[in-house]
């Protein structure tokens, strides 16, 4: 079953507005990871947030994580139209390093 | 620096017959990944090697096996086909564990 439950599914705005994607998870974790694909193709990693930490900034990108919560939210500020694609979280358990367990992602949609 | 090369990355086949699929991860990376990635189910962690040893593995029939060799490159095999089986597979290598993950681009099977 899947670890991470994201929210929302999907997400549609215009160039230059912010976009925020919401991941929840079950189980204590080591890391939480985000990864970016584009139309079924590979996916790419955007940024790792360790579950020590509170908040992580990359470029344009911004997440945050709240371990009380089991709670984690990518923000994409002043999106471009070349941000459409699908978002993923990824969660790393304790002693299980190397084992991804992914969302179902969310599906944005940046109009120009 | 190469990135992920999985080869081949199209396949057709017959339900019933066996796949090979091969992936060669980032010259220096250690850690290598298989995910299955279907409409319906979202991805799917398969099995994850370190140094040549199967650390983890998902839940998937024993028809999925798969195994690292010495230069770290990777192969994943799948025994008597099911329709089931057509989806995405993408292949990914870290450094170690535990850390963000590279994608190759991922061989389509689809299974006839």
């Known amino acids: 079953s899947q670890q991470g439950e994201e929210d929302p599914q999907a997400l549609s705005i215009q160039e230059g507005e912010n976009a925020t994607m919401n991941c929840s998870y079950k189980t204590s974790i080591n890391n939480l990871q985000w990864y970016r694909q584009n139309s079924g193709r590979g996916l790419v990693h955007l940024i790792l947030?360790?579950?020590?930490?509170r908040e992580k900034h990359s470029g344009r990108l911004r997440v945050t994580l709240d371990t009380s919560k089991k709670s984690s939210s990518l923000l994409i500020t002043a999106s471009r139209a070349a941000d459409t694609a699908s978002y993923f979280c990824?969660?790393?358990?304790?002693?299980?390093?190397?084992?991804?367990?992914f969302g179902q992602g969310t599906e944005l949609s940046v109009k120009p | 620096k190469a990135g992920v090369t999985q080869t081949p990355r199209y396949l057709i086949k017959t339900r019933g017959q066996q796949v090979t699929l091969s992936c060669s991860p980032i010259s220096g990376h250690r850690s290598v990944s298989w995910y299955q990635q279907t409409p319906g189910q979202g991805l799917q962690f398969l099995f994850e090697?370190?140094?040549?040893?199967?650390?983890n593995k998902g839940n998937f029939p024993g028809r999925f096996s798969g195994r690292q060799f010495s230069n770290s490159r990777s192969e994943m095999n799948v025994s008597t086909l099911e329709l089931g089986d057509s989806a995405l597979y993408l292949c990914?290598?870290?450094?170690?564990?535990?850390?963000?993950?590279?994608f190759g681009q991922g061989t389509r099977l689809t299974v006839v």
């Open positions: 990824a969660t790393v358990i304790y002693n299980q390093g190397g084992k991804l367990i």
């Open positions: 090697y370190f140094s040549e040893t199967q650390r």
């Open positions: 990914a290598s870290s450094p170690v564990p535990d850390t963000e993950a590279f």
């Open positions: 947030i360790r579950s020590n930490e």
